[in-house]
C-alpha cells in the first residue's frame, strides 16, 4: 500500500483483500480494493474564516470549486403550489450553504434551460453579497412549461466550463418525466457532460420515473435519492451542498495494469453504493485502463476488481494486477497518489484455495441484492408476482445476512416477512408508490463488511 500526500490536500490510500490462491489450473482472481482519502473534506487543510464561525462545519470546497444547482420549473411544480415553495426554500438553504470563493449558479429547468442568477453565461463567486443576490433572484423562479433534463445539464456544462475551477458540480431536482426530449437527447446530453463534471439528481414527489434520475447520477458519478414530502428538500439540498462543499481532488480514476495474458473481467464499485465500471474504461497505455471515480473528499469508498489471468501449475506465483490512484495533471501526464497489488499464487491446498475472501463474499451478496430488487420490482410491475416474490424474498434474506438494515426496512414495505432467513416472503396487496419508489432509488446502496 502506498500514501500521497501534501499540504493542504487529502491523503489517499489503498488497501487490497482477496484469497490470492487458486486451485491448479484456477484463473479468476477476485479482490476487494479499499480506496480511502482522509485530511481533506472538512476544511481542506485550510484555516477558516474567523469572521464567518457559522460555516465551520462545513468543507472548504475551496476557491477552486464549481457549483450549479437546477431546479425544475416545468408546470407540475405547481401541483401542490407548496411544491414550488419548497423548492425555492431549499435552493435558497443550498446557497446559503455555499463557502465563500467557490462559483455558482442557479438555472431554471423546463423544455429549456434558463439562467435565473447570476446570468450573463457566467458564474457568481460566492459571499455574502451574491448569497443574497442569489436568493432574492429565486423570486423569479415560478412553475410553468415542460420537462426537458439534457437542456438543464448542458447550461449546466457550459457554465462551469466558463469558469477556471477544477472541482465541478451539478444539483438537480425534477419532479416529473423528461417528456420533452427524447431518450437518445438526454443520453446524448449525458455523454457529453460525463468526465466534465459530477451531479446529484434528486426526484421530489411520486411522478417521476426513477430509472430517468437514477441514471442521471450514475452517468455522472453522483448520487440519486427520492424526496417523497416536499417538505424535506430543504434538510437534502443543504446536505447536498455540504457534501459538495467537502470535495477537494476532481477527476481521479482507478488505473488497473495487468501483465501479459492477463484481463480484467470487471471493475466494479460495492460500497457505498453499487456502480457498474467495466465499460467505462479508457485505455492508458499498454495493458492499462482508467476507470473513472470522480471527485473525493473526506471518505473512503470499496471497488470490486476480478481479473482473468493464465492457468498455472501448483507452486506458480504472479502479479494479477496493479492497482493505481491516478490523477491527471494539466500537461497531460497523471499524478499517482496511491497503489496497491492483486496477486495469484496456485497451490494443492484445497481448504486455502477454496476459501472466500470475507469482502468479496459481502459484496457479492450485496451486488445480487441491488440486482434481485430491481428485477424484483419489474415483475411486480409486468404482473409476474410468483417472480416477484422469488426475487424479493432472495433480497430479504440476502439483507438480513449482510446487516443491511436500511434495506431491510424498505423490502419490509413491500412485502411481508415470514422469514428472513429463509427469504419466505409474501407480496403486501396494496403498496404505497413512495414506498415502492424509495426501494428501488435506494436498492444500490450497500452497507460495509462486518468487522
Known amino acids: 500500500m502506498a500514501n500521497f500526500s501534501k499540504s493542504n490536500a487529502p491523503e489517499f490510500s489503498v488497501e487490497v483483500y482477496q484469497n490470492e490462491y487458486l486451485p491448479e489450473g484456477g484463473r479468476e482472481v477476485n479482490a476487494i480494493v479499499t480506496v480511502a482519502s482522509t485530511g481533506g473534506g472538512t476544511t481542506g487543510g485550510m484555516p477558516l474564516p474567523a469572521a464567518d464561525p457559522a460555516r465551520a462545519r ?18 407540475s411544480m405547481d401541483y401542490p403550489p407548496t411544491k414550488m415553495r419548497n423548492a425555492r426554500d431549499a435552493t435558497a438553504a443550498a446557497i446559503e450553504t455555499v463557502r ?24 457568481a463567486v460566492a459571499d455574502a453579497s451574491t448569497r443574497t443576490e442569489a436568493k432574492e ?31 465541478r458540480h451539478g444539483i438537480l431536482l425534477t419532479d416529473g418525466r423528461n417528456e420533452h426530449e427524447s431518450p437518445e437527447d438526454l443520453r446524448a446530453s449525458l455523454d457529453a457532460c460525463a468526465g466534465r463534471f459530477t451531479c446529484d439528481a434528486r426526484g421530489v414527489g411520486t411522478d417521476w420515473e426513477v430509472k430517468e434520475v437514477t441514471g442521471i447520477a450514475s452517468a455522472l458519478l453522483g448520487t440519486a435519492d427520492i424526496v417523497a414530502d416536499p417538505a424535506g428538500l430543504a434538510a437534502d439540498f443543504t446536505q447536498m451542498m455540504e457534501t459538495a462543499m467537502g470535495k ?45 471515480t470522480g471527485s473525493w473528499g473526506d471518505e473512503s469508498r470499496d471497488y470490486h ?4 489471468v493464465p492457468p498455472a501449475s501448483v507452486g506458480q506465483e504472479m502479479l494479477a494486477a496493479r492497482v493505481s490512484l491516478i490523477l491527471p495533471q494539466p500537461d497531460g501526464s497523471a499524478q499517482t497518489l496511491s497503489q496497491g497489488l492483486i496477486r495469484a499464487v496456485w497451490t494443492d491446498d ?54 443491511n438494515a436500511d434495506t431491510a426496512k424498505l423490502l419490509s414495505k413491500v412485502v411481508d416477512v415470514v422469514d428472513a432467513a429463509s427469504g419466505t416472503v409474501r407480496l403486501k396487496a396494496k403498496v404505497a408508490e413512495a414506498d415502492e419508489m424509495t426501494l428501488e432509488t435506494r436498492s444500490t446502496k450497500t452497507v460495509r463488511v462486518k468487522k
Open 137 to 167: 433572484a429565486l423570486r423569479k423562479l415560478s412553475a410553468g412549461g415542460g420537462t426537458a433534463i439534457g437542456t438543464w445539464l448542458r447550461l449546466a456544462d457550459k457554465l462551469l466550463g466558463s469558469a477556471e475551477v477544477a472541482i
Open 350 to 403: 484445497m481448504a486455502a484455495s477454496t476459501r472466500i475472501n470475507a469482502q468479496v463474499a459481502h459484496y457479492t451478496g450485496q451486488a445480487e441484492l441491488a440486482q434481485v430488487i430491481q428485477q424484483g420490482l419489474e415483475d411486480r410491475k409486468a404482473g409476474d408476482m410468483d417472480g416477484a416474490t422469488a426475487k424479493l424474498g432472495r433480497a430479504v434474506q440476502l439483507a438480513s445476512a449482510s446487516g
Open 58 to 75: 462545513f468543507g472548504s470546497g475551496g476557491p477552486d470549486a464549481g457549483v450549479v444547482i437546477m431546479v425544475d420549473c416545468s408546470g
Open 100 to 123: 465563500d470563493g467557490v462559483a455558482f449558479a442557479v438555472v431554471a429547468g423546463t423544455h429549456v434551460a434558463r439562467e435565473v442568477y447570476p446570468g450573463g453565461g457566467r458564474l
Open 248 to 292: 477537494e481532488v476532481a477527476d481521479v480514476a482507478l488505473r488497473l495494469w495487468t501483465p501479459q495474458g492477463s484481463t480484467i473481467k470487471f471493475v466494479k464499485q460495492v460500497a457505498p453504493t453499487v456502480e457498474e465500471l467495466t465499460e467505462r474504461r479508457t485505455e492508458a497505455g499498454p495493458r492499462a485502463g482508467d476507470y473513472p
Open 305 to 308: 476488481v476480478c481479473v482473468e
